[in-house]
């Protein structure tokens, strides 16, 4: 059984950058993409991007570019999510989720979310 | 991209069947049979329904359906029960810029 924990919440001033972290167990780090989507309260899912974390290499939905970045330590099976330049449209609950290999919009296992709030 | 197109709001009693649709274009939902659903209850992390159009995962209810058909997807709860009351998020592959769209949902109410 998949198990993904994220780090907890976050309070950000806007300008601020914010790092989410993710970490995988129960199964092999490695084997499944790991993709970002975030919540706004009330809102709809958001897709933002996607990492390997075989390669290392990353995908992001084009809102989003050259402000998020997707990395990950695999000697401890943990991904992590950095947000830049962040506005109060930030805040959200950001999750992170798995993906099996190929199937690209299959989030099939996800983690319990972390809140990010950004007020001045 | 645009998300995709939900309603809002559908609701039925208990035991009937509701149907909900997701409508994309031809670049998104209407080229790729890589339509998903989500299930969502309040203060939870999402749940994967549906994969690939119509491919349910181990261990989610047989009363849950996918289909497609040209730029629209659907999901289908026959027999509903209290415990479906959710809101349901479509999500669709949409190629090499934007990867992957959601809907903007649809909250299902259990009369």
């Known amino acids: 059984q998949v198990q993904l924990v994220q780090s907890g919440a976050e309070v950000r001033k806007p300008g601020a950058s914010v790092k989410v972290s993710c970490k995988a167990s129960e199964y092999t780090f490695t084997t499944y993409d790991i993709n970002w989507v975030r919540q706004a309260t009330g809102q709809g899912l958001e897709w933002m991007g996607w990492?390997?974390?075989?390669?290392?290499?990353?995908g992001f939905a084009q809102k989003f570019q050259g402000r998020v970045s997707m990395t990950r330590n695999t000697s401890i099976n943990t991904a992590y999510m950095e947000l830049a330049s962040l506005t109060s449209e930030d805040t959200a609950v950001y999750y992170c989720?798995?993906?099996?290999?190929?199937?690209?919009?299959?989030?099939?296992?996800w983690g319990q979310g972390t809140q990010v709030t950004v007020s001045s | 991209q645009s998300a995709l197109t939900q309603p809002a709001s559908v609701s039925g009693p208990p035991g009937q069947s509701i149907t909900i649709s997701c409508t994309g274009t031809s670049s998104d939902v209407g080229f790729y049979n890589l339509v998903s659903w989500y299930q969502q209850h309040p203060g939870k992390a999402p749940k994967l329904m549906i994969y690939e159009v119509s491919r349910r995962p181990s261990g989610v209810s047989n009363r849950f359906s996918g289909s497609k058909s040209g730029n629209t997807a659907s999901l289908t709860i026959s027999g509903l029960q209290a415990e479906d009351e959710a809101d349901y998020y479509c999500c669709s592959y949409a190629g090499s810029f934007n990867l992957v769209i959601f809907g903007g949902g649809t909250k299902v109410t259990v009369l």
């Open positions: 989720a798995t993906v099996p290999p190929a199937a690209l919009n299959q989030f099939d296992s």
């Open positions: 990492m390997n974390p075989n390669s290392g290499h990353t």
